[in-house]
């Protein structure tokens, strides 16, 4: 085999000669992205509709948001025809230091031009234990890592070292809690809109949050290896009670349970410190879950970090090695971009900003509660905030709210949603189905003109939902014949 035909055959493509005559490897061929994006980035919903989710385009073009997005950056993003859009939303979570950061995006080329021998299985690269220690640096009371690719494979770890560390089957969860959707992290979400179907799912059980006395009932059956709870439920921005963390955690260890900290979305500065549950003095959790920030946007990435005797009892021998493992986890692609990530969040103090920016937008939204008779309440911590729609009082205002609520729940919220986007050019949308609540988790990096322009377009979207006329109740008509037709 000459060296021209041994390059095609290892995938490097065509060899030229070079000055001296020697063959070196060219690009390769076949297969060019740009051109691809080119010849067919138009088909992008036709493709969707006939090879995916075919429920996903039709839901798209019912609302008006079948947009065609070209690029993006920070919090910001800009369609064909060169509208800017204010993104509220960071893909749920994951663009946490923005869209396409520099400093991550550098990290991923000098890791790809690095040429690492990347997963391997069989020895121990750098970058995992480099990113292991740099987020345990932001972690006290916790001391080991597990690296997977999403927040509920995070979460299936989490439940599977529970209940092997303590040799107990249930996990209790919170009525409303979201904690993914694989078949695990299903067993402990609270919604039943997304259990339905997927049954028989793991003998796990729902109590409220805040609820302390069915919290201890549960426990006194000697059965429970932990509970799993989001410092702040991301369905609805639900805040639990002051001192609820602390005094669970100590029922919990009174009755040999774990706590477990669900910060997949929460984690890494979303609420104004580095963690959710820093917010409350005396909470150590035994197991904790982060993602969608940890990526930069970038590269799909979970962790679960824990206790070190739970480790260790999960990884008891070199017989149990690969008891629990995860074959693209740890990988350096991953890696890179969580300490790229990490260190933008602590170079351009993105926790303090997200505090302050947090505090900024609340307040300003708070204060039109009184002004407005379909806002009901504004909450949340940092850059998670909760705008809750509620009935209103004047007779005119009322009946429209009940038309919409005897269609579907969620419509008024959903009725907002759109002209933020049609007419704003700003991406929100409702925190959950049958939730008249927007949550808004904008990039850690928004900034006060930012903030201004949301609460300026949020005015007018107000005060025309008030005025009882316009396109906005146009729309809601449109959305109430939907929701019939799908009954």
């Not at 002051?242 to 477990?260: M, S």
């Not at 911590?381 to 509620?390: Q, S």
Request: proline share 4%; net charge negative.
């Amino acid at each position: 085999m000459t060296s021209s035909e041994s390059g095609a055959a290892t995938g490097r493509g065509a060899t030229d000669p070079d000055a001296t005559g020697a063959e070196v490897p060219g690009p390769a061929k076949g297969f060019d992205l740009a051109t691809l994006l080119a010849q067919r980035g138009g088909e992008r919903y036709e493709l969707h509709g006939k090879h995916l989710n075919h429920q996903l385009p039709r839901m798209l073009h019912t609302i008006g948001f079948d947009k065609v997005y070209e690029r993006a950056e920070g919090a910001h993003f800009w369609d064909a025809e060169g509208n800017d859009y204010l993104d509220m939303l960071a893909g749920f979570g994951v663009m946490g230091v923005g869209r396409h950061h520099p400093v991550v995006r550098k990290a991923l080329h000098d890791v790809l031009d690095a040429g690492l021998a990347d997963l391997t299985r069989f020895d121990c690269q750098p970058l995992p234990g480099l990113l292991a220690e740099k987020l345990l640096a932001h972690s006290p009371h916790l001391d080991r890592v597990f690296f997977g690719n999403s927040g509920t494979e995070a979460v299936e770890t989490a439940l599977k070292f529970a209940r092997y560390a303590t040799g107990r089957k249930r996990v209790l969860y919170c009525k409303h809690s979201f904690h993914g959707l694989t078949t695990g992290s299903l067993s402990v979400n609270g919604e039943a809109g997304f259990q339905d179907g997927f049954a028989p799912l793991l003998p796990d059980t729902e109590i409220e949050v805040g609820d302390l006395d069915a919290l201890e009932r549960e426990l006194k059956r000697g059965d429970v290896a932990a509970m799993i709870v989001e410092p702040i439920q991301g369905h609805g921005v639900y805040i639990p009670p002051p001192g609820y963390l602390r005094a669970a955690q100590e029922l919990l260890h009174k009755h040999k349970a774990l706590l477990i900290c669900d910060e997949v979305q929460t984690g890494i500065g979303r609420t104004g410190t580095f963690y959710a549950y820093q917010q409350e003095e005396g909470v150590e959790p035994d197991l904790l879950t982060v993602a969608k920030t940890l990526s930069g946007g970038y590269v799909p990435v979970g962790a679960t970090l824990g206790k070190d005797w739970i480790f260790k009892k999960v990884y008891s021998s070199m017989d149990r090695v690969l008891v629990h493992s995860a074959s693209f986890g740890s990988n350096a692609q991953a890696m890179a971009a969580g300490l790229a990530t990490l260190s933008v969040v602590e170079d351009e103090r993105l926790v303090e900003n997200s505090r302050a920016m947090g505090d900024l937008l609340r307040t300003r939204l708070a204060a039109l509660v009184e002004k407005y008779e379909f806002l009901k309440d504004v909450r949340g911590r940092g850059l998670m905030v909760g705008i809750e729609f509620g009935r209103p009082k004047s007779l005119g205002l009322r009946s429209r709210w009940t038309m919409l609520q005897a269609a579907r729940k969620g419509l008024f919220a959903q009725m907002v949603v759109v002209p933020l986007l049609q007419r704003h050019h700003i991406l929100t949308q409702v925190s959950g189905d049958h939730v008249e609540v927007i949550k808004l988790i904008p990039p850690l990096v928004v900034d006060e003109a930012d903030v201004d322009r949301f609460v300026t377009a949020f005015t007018a979207v107000m005060d025309d939902a008030h005025g009882g006329g316009g396109l906005m109740w146009d729309f809601g008509r449109t959305l109430v014949k939907q929701a019939v037709a799908n009954r």
